[in-house]
Structure formats: C-alpha cells, structure tokens
C-alpha cells in the first residue's frame, strides 16, 4: 500500500509543478521520446548507420501499449512470442532459438539467470526504458558468449535537459492497475536519473468461447495473479569531452501465481496430476558501473562491472485451495543465485578506413538452492570470453565487418544432495569448456537508401547448469560433461526506401545447429538425460513495410515464415513456434491532438509436446486512442483482443480474453 500511495502522490505532485512552471514547447501529440544512453548500447560501429540492431524505442512502446519486453520485441520480424505455461514464464524465440541461446542484458550487463538461462520477460517492465536492441544470428562479438541466435538489449534513460520526468497512471480491467515515474537532472558535468514503476493484476479474465475444463471453469483466470514493481537509480559524471562514468542500480521485486493446466492432451502428465504453484518472490537486484574514457579522436577504451543477485521461491501446494503442503510432490522451494563479472571494450581508428575493437569478458555465476527442511547446495562456474571486431571501410560504397572470439566455462563447484543420507557431496568434476567463434559480414550501399548485405557466423552456446546438473523432479540422469552447442548462421538482407515514404526491408536466413543439446529418453529404464546427439536446421524469410499513405495515416506490416527441422531425430518435433507470424497495424491521426491505432497479429499453430500436441493458430486485434487533454498530459484507451478470441501460445495455457485499459501519461519534454 505505501508504494502506491508513493506512485500516486508523487505523480499528483509533478503533474501540478508542470502545470505552475514548465514552459518547455511540445511539439507532438504523442507521450515523449527519450534519447538513448548510449553508454547503455552494445553497437558495431559510432556511425549512425547501425549494420547489426533493430531498435524499439519506448514511443513504439508507449503508442502500442507494450509494457513488458517480451511483448515489446514481438513487434519485430523474426521475433516469436512463447510461454512457459508450466511455469508462468514470457519469453521469445528469436529466429527458431529460444532465450538460453539468446541472452538479454541491460545496459550491456547480463542479467539472465544463472541457472537455466531463461529471463521471465514479464517481469521486465517498459517504464523505464529508452529502447531496445534486438540483434538476430550477426550479433556484435562485442557482447560476449553465448549468443548462438542473437541478442536483446534493454536501454535506460539519461536526461538531455536540465529538468525532465514523464510517467503514468492506469487501469485494466479486471482489478488491474499499473504507474510509474521517471525524473531526470542534467547538471551539465553530472545527471541523475531515477523511476519507479508498479504493475499489478488480482487475475486475468478469459475469453468467452474458452469452454470450461475440470480444472478452470472460465471467467477470472484461477491464480492468474501478478505484481511487479521497480525500482531504478543512475548517476552520471562527465568531467569532460573525454570522459564519462555512470553508476546504476535496479531493484526488481515480483510475485505471480501459476494457473493449472487447463487443456485436453492425456499424455500430459499435467492433465491428471495438476500442479498448484505459487511464486512468493521473484526478485532481481543489480549493481553495475559503466565508464567510457577516449584517449584521442582515434581511440577508447569502455568499462562494466556489475554484481547481480537473483533470489525466488516456488510453493507446490495439495491442491486448488493453495493453503496446505502436506501430500508427497508439494514443497518449498528457494534460489539464492548471485553473478559478478565485468567486460573492457578498447576501440580504435588509427589505421585508415578501419574501426579495431578487442574486449574481454569475465562472469562468475554462483546457484544455490535448497527445498524446505534441507541444507543449501551450492553449483559455481565462471565463463571468460575474448573477442576481436572490425570494421574495413573497403570504399564509400562497401563495408566489411569480420570478428573473431574465443570463451572458456570453468564449473568451480557442484554440488549434490542425497535425501536418504541427508549429506551434500560433490557431482563428479565436469571438464573445461571451450568455443571458437567467428563472423564476417559485408554490406554495400547500392546507392542512397538502398542497402544489401550478407552475413556468415559461428556461434557457439554453453551448457547451462540445469542442462547439466538437474534431476528434472526425479525423471532425468545429470550429464555435467556436455559441450557447447554450435550454430552456423547465414542472413541475406536487402534494405529500401522509395519515395520517401515507402521502406522496405527482406531477409532469408539460415541456421544449420550441430551438437544441439536434447533430451534422450531412457538412458536408463524411466529416466532421460541430456545430451549433445543433436543436429538441426532453421531456414527461413522475413518481410517488413512501413508506408506513409497519407500525412495523417501510416501502415506497417512484417511477415516472417521460418521452418525448423530436427535432422537427428524428425520424430521429435520443435515446439513453441509458429511456421507463420503476421504483424501489422493502422495509425491515423483525424487531428493533431488525436491519434487512433489498429494492430493485429496473426500465429499459425505452433506444436507445445515434442509428440504432437498442437496450440491452434489464431488471430487477433488490439486498438488503442489516445488523446492531448493538456499542454502536457495524454489519456489512452483501449482494448486488447477486440474480438475475445480464445487462443494460446501454450496447449492448456488460455491468455488474456478481450481487456480494457485507460492511461494517463504525462511529461515535460519532447
């Protein structure tokens, strides 16, 4: 209750400063757009002309109403929203490769989790961001290991102004709310940025053709509840031209319930034996500094160093009631996880026509966990990475961009416990970890706004500690001595602008995966592990528009079609992605204090069981007004799903049914 209270007045009390002494001049109708914090960005070059990225910036997020990133970056060509259903998680699939193999930092410091190396993109908000980098299969060397299919990248903000803050107020229905602040002072030689936001839900309400189930009768979604809320601070000091140090801090603190498998597929284990989980916590806490000092025109060297922590815990009830732990499969289960690590960064352009940049990488990752009435047990790797890129501009016309890197992942300690001698003893000394990467790419410039360019790399995934180490609730033989996946990744892109108000962009890609880390079944009788017998390949195209019918009227649209195929074993099937997803929308502006979107995206079926098992494809469309009711106040509305079409991008798991939700954003800047 204090921190809404918080959110609420600190909001009432900005909103009537600006209205007493703000004169800055707005000069658009939408909420505003940050600048990025550009010692935030992970890019190739400090040209404007970004070979590697697609961006979000938070305008796209604001205008669309996406406040989480998983459903920010599903906006992109390429990106594929996916869920855990089984533990209440939102993630992606970037190009056919899901999030272990694509890791999300910000501000250029990971902040995956240790021990699977999956990140719920739920519990990261938008409020507070300035953009997104998303890189797909050519992914600068820059960032470190482990980027077999790409990147994400979440952007803070820096304040260009003396005195700047937006924020937000809102309702969705049903007993939804969410706010959030962000103020920044720009001293000239030093800024401050802070915010806070909030995000809660007592459930979500299904649709009205979800036909009910013994397990979910329909209505309010049953433990379908969530909280989130950040907390973030940024202080900046920039003595002079050459100089530039930040210190950040983010606090996450969430909680969510899991709502039961509601689906039809007997040979789900889950249609029998439901589980009742509970998440109390699911909270992230991160240190990190950033430095970036240039000796010359020609050269500079970068900084991080971050120390993350990453705590939750699941309960596993007796059944719907969530009250009592009393049958055999109900537990109390903690992680206590922490990383501490840094990267140097040293560029330089004193050989003409040529940008050189090294860095090198060191991650420490500590796991413990422990269930109820049990000592902790403690798992420890380090992982150090090298790399080498640069940029060869051949003439005005061609670039080439090759890299090279090398990475090493050490397991320090594992340790394991037996529950029949109540003892903590070690797993047998897993081997080190090697990998080569490398990557070169070539982009020419046919002539103004017209772009080609073709790319080939090797990228490599380590093993993670779940992969290597975990029992899987009894069902599964720990492997500790796993080697690291390898993905072969070609991209053709052609970029267009014609006319000035039509863009165009096409890719092909494909990803050939040896090595592919893939549960093999009875190893023993009943029980599977994880092994390195798989290959693969991913293949596909994407397609994207933007076109400026009119000065009022804008439509975009992207199209990505992508086919997986597991070359070791084609009867086990890939699952969590669509053949097919379709994204496009309408923005009209009747008059310049209106402005009126229609979104819709369109998923083929995508398989949930490695045996078969279907969600449906389906379609569906948001709309979103919103209106300039002051010199420095907005107020949307909108509903989601417009038409309360029942789907699901897990079997068994419904989303969100048709929803309504009124914001009120207001700002001093454009």
Do not use: C
Request: net charge positive.
């Amino acid at each position: 209750m204090k921190i809404k209270l918080l959110i609420v007045t600190s909001i009432l009390s900005f909103v009537a400063y600006s209205q007493k002494k703000d004169t800055t001049n707005i000069n658009r109708t939408d909420s505003f757009s940050s600048k990025i914090f550009q010692l935030g960005e992970v890019t190739i070059s400090a040209s404007p002309k970004n070979e590697m990225t697609d961006r979000i910036t938070q305008e796209n997020m604001e205008t669309q109403n996406r406040f989480e990133v998983s459903r920010s970056v599903n906006m992109l060509p390429g990106v594929f929203l996916t869920s855990s259903g089984t533990r209440n998680e939102s993630m992606v699939s970037i190009r056919g490769f899901d999030l272990r193999a694509v890791p999300v930092y910000m501000d250029g410091v990971p902040v995956y989790v240790p021990y699977d190396g999956y990140v719920d993109l739920a519990r990261f908000t938008t409020f507070d961001l300035s953009a997104i980098d998303v890189s797909r299969g050519f992914t600068s060397m820059l960032y470190g290991p482990n980027s077999l299919g790409g990147t994400i990248n979440l952007i803070s903000r820096k304040p260009y102004k003396k005195f700047e803050y937006d924020g937000s107020l809102g309702l969705i229905n049903t007993n939804g709310y969410k706010g959030n602040i962000n103020v920044g002072y720009n001293f000239g030689k030093f800024f401050v940025q802070g915010g806070i936001s909030y995000l809660h839900r007592e459930s979500y309400i299904m649709s009205g053709e979800y036909t009910p189930h013994a397990h979910e009768n329909g209505g309010n979604r049953e433990n379908s509840y969530r909280s989130d809320q950040k907390t973030n601070l940024k202080i900046g000091w920039t003595p002079n031209e050459k100089n530039e140090f930040v210190l950040g801090y983010i606090k996450q603190k969430g909680e969510k319930g899991n709502p039961v498998y509601a689906g039809d597929d007997k040979l789900n284990s889950l249609y029998s034996k439901p589980r009742y989980w509970q998440w109390p916590f699911w909270n992230k806490e991160t240190y990190y500094f950033l430095s970036n000092t240039k000796f010359n025109n020609n050269s500079y060297i970068k900084s991080r160093i971050y120390y993350d922590i990453f705590k939750n815990s699941v309960s596993s009830y007796d059944d719907s009631t969530y009250t009592t732990q009393k049958k055999p499969y109900s537990f109390q289960s903690w992680y206590n996880d922490y990383t501490y690590g840094g990267s140097i960064e040293y560029g330089t352009s004193i050989f003409k026509k040529n940008e050189l940049k090294l860095s090198t990488h060191f991650k420490e990752d500590i796991h413990r966990e422990n269930n109820i009435n049990e000592p902790v047990r403690k798992i420890e790797d380090n992982t150090i990475n090298f790399a080498i890129e640069d940029i060869l501009k051949i003439n005005h016309k061609l670039i080439v961009i090759p890299g090279i890197g090398y990475s090493a992942r050490k397991n320090i300690k594992a340790e394991d416990y037996n529950s029949t001698t109540k003892e903590i003893f070690n797993y047998a000394k897993a081997v080190t970890s090697t990998a080569f990467n490398g990557q070169l790419g070539a982009f020419y410039y046919i002539k103004e706004n017209h772009k080609i360019s073709a790319t080939a790399s090797r990228k490599t995934r380590f093993a993670t500690i779940k992969d290597r180490y975990s029992y899987r609730m009894g069902t599964a033989i720990p492997n500790p001595d796993l080697n690291p996946e390898i993905s072969d990744n070609f991209d053709l892109t052609y970029i267009s602008k014609f006319f000035k108000n039509l863009s165009f962009q096409t890719s092909v890609f494909y990803s050939h995966i040896t090595n592919a880390i893939l549960s093999v079944s009875n190893v023993q009788p009943g029980k599977s592990q994880m092994q390195n017998t798989g290959s693969a390949e991913f293949k596909g195209v994407e397609f994207s528009a933007k076109y400026d019918i009119l000065k009022n009227l804008l439509t975009g649209a992207n199209y990505t079609y992508i086919e997986r195929h597991n070359l070791t074993n084609p009867t086990i099937l890939f699952t969590d992605v669509p053949s097919t997803k379709v994204f496009a929308y309408v923005q009209y502006k009747p008059i310049k204090q209106i402005n009126i979107i229609v979104n819709s995206e369109y998923n083929s079926f995508r398989y949930s069981t490695s045996y078969g098992t279907k969600a449906p494809a389906f379609t569906i469309f948001n709309t979103i007004i919103s209106g300039k009711i002051w010199k420095h106040i907005n107020i949307e509305t909108g509903v989601n799903n417009l038409f309360d079409k029942n789907y699901m991008l897990t079997e068994g798991y419904p989303e969100e049914g048709r929803n309504f939700f009124v914001t009120l954003r207001f700002y001093n800047h454009n």
